[in-house]
């Protein structure tokens, strides 16, 4: 088995890019409101601050900021991806693997997770988060995607409602 190497930083903020194992899937959007309930719960759980989130529908961009003394990222997400998968039936297509193994095939089993390391890094992933939809087509403007933080920074007179980012300076994340 892979030996996949972490940065762990107590109270750090970071990136996060997680997927569906089904890219051409809709599920993250078509069931919004059980995802927002799973994070929540979570939250209660092991909290956790959110800076910005985006979903999109078969992934989504968030950055975190966890409480000091605590680096404990990958617990979080595993409870996030397991609450959600209980809570939606069983109707996807198992490897013979994720038989073997009792999984469910919602989720691909990595995610993408990158240690914010200053000011300007951190503003760059804001917009990277916000401008998303549009980036994948999913919206002409920003303020159209009814999925993301954007709305909350809007509100908070943080961004304009017509910000379009500074697309040249967006970092670049896997998918």
Sequence with gaps: MPNYRRNRVPGASYFFTVALLERRKSLLVDHIDVL????????TQRPFYIDAWVV????????WTLPGGDADYATRWRLIKL?????????ETL?????????????QRRYWEHTIRSDSDFA???????????????????????????????GNGVL???WAGDVGNLPTAPE
């Design 160 to 162: 304009d409602p017509d």
């Design 56 to 63: 999109l529908p078969d992934h989504m961009h968030c950055i």
């Design 124 to 154: 760059r992933h804001v917009d990277y988060v916000h401008f998303n939809p549009v980036r994948h087509g999913h919206a002409t403007w920003v303020k159209d995607w009814p999925y993301s933080t954007f709305h909350r920074f809007v």
């Design 36 to 43: 927002r309930q799973c994070v929540q719960q979570v939250r």
């Design 95 to 107: 490897s013979s693997t994720r038989q073997r193994r009792s999984e469910r095939g919602l989720w």
């Design 83 to 91: 609450l959600f998968s209980k809570a939606l039936p069983a109707t």
